[in-house]
C-alpha cells in the first residue's frame, strides 16, 4: 500500500478520528456532553431536566461512577455534572476541570429532584435527549448513533442545528462508502506494513501514553475489585499476566472514577485500553523498538475497529472480546506474524471468548478485558503450536473476513433479545434495590 493511496489516506482518517481522549466511561460523559449543550443553549441554570436514554444506555450508566462528582454513579449524577460543571467545547473530555466547589454543587442540585430520567421511546441502540426548562425558556439536545453526534439543538421551538433527515437512517440504510467499510485483515496488515509512522505517530503516541498512565494508577491505587493487583499476586510478573494486569487495572480506574483520560477505541474507552495496553507491554517485553511498536498498535486498533463496525456501538455483546482479539493481532504483529498468524490468532480468539455479555459498565468490565486478553495469547499460542479452531465448529467459518462477519451477526441480530433481556434484569434490579 502506498503512502499515496485513498486506501491508506482513510485509514490514516480512521485513525486520527476514532482514536480520541475522553475522561470516564464515554455513555455518562456522553450524558454530560448533552447536558452541558443544552444548559449552554438555555442560557441560565435549569429549573427542571428531563432526559431520555435509550436501553443501552441506561445499561452502561447505571453502575458506572461519573469522574469528577466526589463517586457519584448514574444518569442523573451525569446529568447534573454537566449542567453545573460541565464545558461542552470539550466534547468527551467536558467533564475535565472540575473544581471542588462545583463537585458540591453538583451534589446539591441532585438534592433538588429537578432531573427526571426515563427510557426513550426510539428504535436506536444509542439516543439520548437531554431537555431542560428555566422559567418560559426550553431548550433540548438530542445525540443519536454515536458519542459525539448531536442531531439537534433547538430552544423555544426553533431548531438551531437538525440533522434529522441524514442521522436517523437505519444502520441497514446508511451509505456503504463509509471509511470503515474499507477494512478488511489482510489490507490492515499491508497498511501496517507499509505505514510512515508519523503519519499516525501523535494519536498513538499519545494512547500509549494515556492509557498506559492509568493501567499504573489503577495498579497504584484501590479500584474496583483491583482485578490487576490480584492477577499479579495470583499468577506472577510474565508478560503473559502483566499485559492483562495493566490493562485490567485501567479499566478498573476508569470504572471507578479516575480522572486521569483514555484515548478510546470505536467509542469505548474500555476498548481503547484492550486494544493497546498489552501490545505496548509485549512492545517492551520483546524490545522491538517504537517503531514497531506504533506499527503494531496502528493495526490493532484498525483490527478492533473492523470487528465493531460489523457488530454495532453498543450491544449485548462484549466489546472487550473485539479489543482482546485486535490485541491478540498486534501480539502476533509483534512476534513477526504475517497474515496466517494474525488471522488465526484473531479466530481462536474469537471462538473461545464470543459468548461473553455486555450487562453494562461497572468493575467486571476489569475482569471480562483480562479474560479476552488470555483468550487472545492463547489464540497466538495455539498457532504456534500448529493448533487450531477449524470452520463448521460452532459459528467459526471458513476465513477470518467470514468468522469476523459471522460474530458480527451474532453480535447485532442474534444478541438482540439478550441485550432487551439484559436491560429488563438490570432495571428491575434497580427498582428492588
Given amino acids: 500500500m502506498k503512502r499515496t493511496d485513498q486506501r491508506y489516506r482513510e485509514y490514516v482518517e480512521i485513525l486520527n478520528r476514532e482514536l480520541v481522549p475522553a475522561m470516564g466511561c464515554t455513555e455518562p460523559i456522553t450524558i454530560a456532553y448533552a447536558a452541558a449543550k443544552a444548559r449552554e443553549t438555555l442560557g441560565a441554570l435549569p429549573q427542571r431536566v428531563k432526559v431520555e436514554a435509550s436501553g443501552n444506555i441506561i445499561k452502561n450508566v447505571k453502575s458506572v461512577v461519573v469522574p469528577n462528582t466526589n463517586h457519584l454513579k448514574g444518569i442523573e449524577a451525569a446529568a447534573a455534572a454537566g449542567i453545573i460543571a460541565g464545558d461542552a467545547g470539550r466534547v468527551l473530555e467536558v467533564l475535565s476541570n472540575v473544581s471542588e466547589a462545583q463537585k458540591a454543587a453538583i451534589a446539591d442540585y441532585l438534592a ?24 418560559a425558556d426550553e431548550a433540548r439536545v438530542r445525540i443519536v448513533h454515536y458519542h459525539t453526534n448531536i442531531v439537534l439543538i433547538e430552544k423555544n421551538g426553533e431548531k ?26 489482510e489490507e490492515i496488515i499491508d497498511f501496517a506494513n507499509s505505514l510512515a509512522v508519523e503519519d499516525v505517530q501523535p494519536v498513538l503516541q499519545r494512547q500509549a ?36 494486569a495493566k490493562a ?12 486521569l483520560p483514555v484515548v478510546i477505541n470505536s ?18 517485553e520483546l524490545g522491538v523498538g517504537e517503531d514497531k511498536m506504533y506499527r503494531a498498535l496502528a493495526l490493532s486498533n484498525l483490527v478492533a475497529i473492523h470487528q465493531k463496525r460489523c457488530i454495532g456501538t453498543l450491544s449485548a ?29 484473531l479466530v481462536n480468539c474469537l471462538a473461545i471468548t464470543s459468548g461473553i455479555v455486555c450487562d453494562g459498565a461497572k468493575s467486571s468490565c476489569a475482569a471480562k478485558i483480562a479474560v479476552a486478553i488470555d483468550a ?21 467459518k471458513k476465513g477470518v473476513e467470514a468468522t469476523i462477519s459471522s460474530v458480527g451477526r451474532l453480535g447485532k441480530v442474534g444478541m438482540r433479545e439478550t441485550d432487551n433481556e439484559i436491560i429488563r434484569i438490570m432495571i428491575n434490579a434497580e427498582e428492588e434495590e
Fill in 112 to 135: 433538588l429532584n429537578v432531573i427526571e430520567v426515563c427510557r426513550a421511546q426510539s428504535d436506536y441502540v444509542f439516543d439520548i435527549t437531554v431537555t431542560v426548562w428555566a422559567g
Fill in 160 to 185: 438551531l442545528m437538525d440533522q434529522m433527515l441524514d442521522c436517523y437512517r437505519a444502520p441497514a440504510q446508511e451509505k456503504a462508502e463509509q471509511p470503515e467499510d474499507c477494512l478488511n485483515i
Fill in 209 to 244: 501514553q494515556y492509557n498506559m498512565a492509568i493501567a499504573e494508577e489503577g495498579l497504584r491505587g484501590n479500584y474496583g475489585a483491583n482485578i490487576g493487583r490480584v492477577l499479579l499476586k495470583t499468577y506472577g510478573e510474565r508478560v503473559s499476566n502483566r499485559a492483562k
Fill in 248 to 259: 485490567a487495572a485501567a479499566s478498573d480506574a476508569r470504572m471507578s472514577g479516575c480522572e
Fill in 267 to 284: 467509542g469505548s474507552g474500555n476498548q481503547g485500553i484492550t486494544a493497546s495496553v498489552p501490545v505496548i507491554e509485549y512492545a517492551r
Fill in 317 to 345: 455483546y462484549c466489546g472487550a472480546v473485539s479489543a482482546g482479539g485486535a490485541a491478540g493481532a498486534g501480539i502476533a504483529y509483534l512476534h513477526g506474524g504475517g497474515l496466517k498468524e494474525i488471522a488465526h490468532t
Fill in 376 to 396: 487472545a495469547i492463547l489464540g497466538y499460542a495455539m498457532y504456534e503450536d500448529g493448533q487450531q479452531f477449524r470452520a463448521g465448529e460452532g459459528i467459526i
